[in-house]
């Protein structure tokens, strides 16, 4: 088949509402541009028919490419077998759900005609968020921008990639990716557009707090060194803490004041047992994230889904056999 000028990405968990106004809306948008395109919808293992109505649109619109994942492997992971997929000059990822508003879809191509190799869209407002979850994800945010040298305040998967960045992301050759962080690290020319979060179109988040922390904690540890460096100015914190608290207890006993030596003993211990703890439980999780990378397993597996399997009628017993088959049941 041809190559499409735009590739767009959606990637889908048990968004069955979602499906036909999702591919709708974008499909409206982009039709006017003029712009051959394809839209990828990764059915990331969803438990409802989302992928049921993904090929009955496939069906009215071959424009339409449904991909389906073998069991729920995460966002990033679809996101990637979307990458992975892509054939168009360009590759646009959006969520499904419709809280990035196709609306920009234009004004991001125009962007990367004028020659923006990456089209970032930061979110100016994050909608109906908690205070906590505000609050936790600009923690996340500044942890992961200076791991990866860049502002990740408003950070978005809304993104549109020029092919090269695409062929340089797939390169990677790590399992467990995080798209944001590698988006920013290959660098290439990168043009903003401000954004206001919208309401979902349909259904609701599938985003767990549980979920939510533990993305953030693996792509901290798979993208970022940061929770080791920090174990290293926390241990030399100590030293330095220790070394004052030596030098003021010595010199309390050379003046014949000195305290009692077990509260200090006892605080010692608890602070640096506590700091050790600490220190193992981090570097644990780094070597679970090894270990899962050693394994060399894929990131994600691909269902084909085929026409319904048949299966052949075997040939009908004989005579004989059938009375060998009566005898043997009457024994």
Same mark, same amino acid.
């Given at each position: 088949m041809h190559e499409p000028v735009l590739s767009v990405i959606l990637p889908m968990y048990?968004?069955?509402?979602?499906?036909?106004?999702a591919l709708a809306a974008v499909s409206a948008v982009l039709a006017p541009l003029g712009l051959s395109f394809e839209i990828l919808c990764v059915d990331d293992g969803s438990r409802d028919d989302t992928f049921a109505r993904?090929?009955?649109?496939?069906?009215?619109?071959?424009?339409?490419?449904?991909?389906?994942?073998?069991r729920n492997y995460g966002k990033e992971a679809a996101l990637a077998a979307g990458? /992975?997929? @892509?054939?168009?000059? $360009?590759v646009l990822t959006l969520d499904a759900d419709l809280q990035h508003p196709p609306r920009?879809?234009?004004?991001?191509?125009?962007?990367?005609?004028?020659?923006?190799?990456?089209?970032?869209?930061?979110?100016?407002?994050?909608?109906d968020e908690g205070a906590l979850y505000k609050l936790m994800a600009a923690a996340f945010n500044r942890l992961m921008g200076g791991a990866a040298g860049a502002d990740f305040g408003g950070a978005s998967d809304f993104k549109l990639l020029d092919r090269q960045v695409v062929d340089a992301i797939l390169a990677c050759p790590e399992r467990h990716r995080?798209?944001?962080?590698?988006?920013?690290?290959?660098?290439?020319?990168?043009?903003?557009?401000?954004? /206001?979060? @919208?309401?979902?179109? $349909?259904?609701?988040?599938?985003?767990?707090?549980?979920?939510l922390i533990r993305y953030s904690i693996r792509n901290l540890l798979s993208f970022s060194a940061f929770p080791l460096r920090l174990i290293a100015w926390l241990g030399g914190l100590m030293l330095t803490f220790t070394g004052l608290l030596g030098v003021w207890t010595l010199f309390r006993w050379v003046r014949g004041d000195s305290l009692a030596g077990f509260p200090t003993v006892i605080l010692l211990q608890l602070i640096f047992g506590g700091l050790l703890l600490t220190s193992l439980g981090?570097?644990?999780?780094?070597?679970?994230?090894?270990?899962?990378?050693?394994?060399?397993r894929p990131a994600y597996l691909f269902k084909i889904t085929g026409p319904p399997r048949t299966v052949a009628p075997g040939p009908a017993p004989s005579?004989?056999?059938?009375?060998?088959s009566s005898a043997a049941t009457t024994r």
């Open positions: 048990n968004e069955s509402e979602v499906v036909e106004p993904l090929r009955r649109a496939a069906s009215l619109d071959p424009r339409v490419v449904p991909l389906q994942l073998s990458l /992975e997929r @892509a054939r168009g000059q $360009a920009l879809i234009p004004a991001m191509v125009a962007a990367w005609q004028e020659g923006a190799d990456v089209v970032s869209c930061v979110k100016r407002d994050r909608g995080f798209f944001r962080g590698l988006v920013a690290w290959v660098g290439f020319t990168t043009r903003e557009i401000p954004f /206001e979060v @919208a309401e979902r179109v $349909a259904g609701t988040t599938k985003w767990s707090t549980r979920a981090v570097i644990a999780l780094y070597l679970a994230e090894m270990y899962e990378e050693l394994k060399g005579s004989a056999s059938s009375a060998d």
